[in-house]
């Protein structure tokens, strides 16, 4: 009876050992996002898991920029009177005339000033190439307003040509016969004490150049005093605008 009992408890241990074994697992839903709040996630049943944060790094933005350079010129006006080279080009006002209704030599009475005192200095423009003369001597204050008169004698021409004449401040001289030159093209600039004329004359014809300085009183007679030079092509370039201040 024992015998059997035994028998029958080792069946049981036998038994309930060879069933095989069971495991419990248990399957964890699925996440519902993918967001990452932490760079480290502990499952709650095994190891801890590292998970790497992305990290996003924008790319510097660059302006562009555009830099305009403005270029100002400055015209800086003349302190005194303008230095002028030396020319070799030079003449007196050493003929006194009168022309009109009486014709003859004029007297320093009717010219207001003395001649063989006024000398004529030549230059030629250095941007239009044609004669401008200088009035070296003329003082306005004593002389009172004039008409500078310019003319020119080619080789081989008949007469003069290229007539002007233009106005000192103050002077009228509609009544010119040589005609007045047109602001324009030339004539008279003065700045402080030097007087000049900006001719009509071309620069790079030879012959023979002439000035007056001339007067137009009330009546049919005019006054002056002129002179001549031979047009030699070895004289110094001037800029008119410095003669005008």
């Known amino acids: 009876m024992r015998v059997s009992v035994v028998w029958i408890g080792l069946a049981l241990v036998i038994g309930g050992c060879g069933g095989g074994d069971t495991a419990d697992t248990t399957a ?10 932490a760079p ?6 095994g190891p801890a898991t590292t998970v790497p944060v992305a990290t996003t790094t924008a ?4 302006l ?16 005194g009177p303008p230095e002028l080279p030396d020319t070799p080009v030079i003449g007196v006002f050493s003929a006194p005339y009168k022309w009109g209704e009486e014709n003859g030599e004029a007297t320093v009475e009717e010219l207001g ?4 005192v006024i000398e004529m200095h030549w230059y030629r423009d250095g941007f239009a190439e044609r004669w401008i003369v200088v009035f070296v001597g003329l003082d306005l204050a004593t002389t009172g307003s004039l008409c500078p008169t310019s003319s020119f004698f080619g080789d081989g021409a008949q007469g ?4 002007g004449t233009s106005a000192t401040p103050g002077a009228n001289c509609d009544a010119a ?3 007045l030159i047109d602001p324009a093209e030339g004539g008279v600039r003065v700045c402080h004490n030097v007087v000049s004329l900006v001719t009509l004359i071309p ?11 001339e007067r137009y009183p009330d009546g049919g007679t005019f006054y002056g005093v002129g002179g001549s030079v031979v047009a030699d092509q070895d004289v110094p370039f001037i800029d008119p605008a410095t003669l005008d201040c």
């Open 40 to 45: 480290t996630t502990t499952a709650a049943d």
């Open 203 to 213: 620069a790079e014809t030879p012959g023979q150049l002439f000035g007056g300085l």
């Open 113 to 116: 000033f003395d001649p063989g």
């Open 160 to 163: 003069s040509s290229f007539f």
């Open 177 to 179: 016969p040589a005609g």
């Open 59 to 62: 790319a510097p933005t660059t």
């Open 64 to 79: 562009a920029t555009t830099t305009t350079l403005v270029k100002t010129t400055t015209t800086v006006a003349p302190t």
């Open 28 to 37: 964890a839903a699925p996440p519902t996002a993918a967001t990452t709040v």
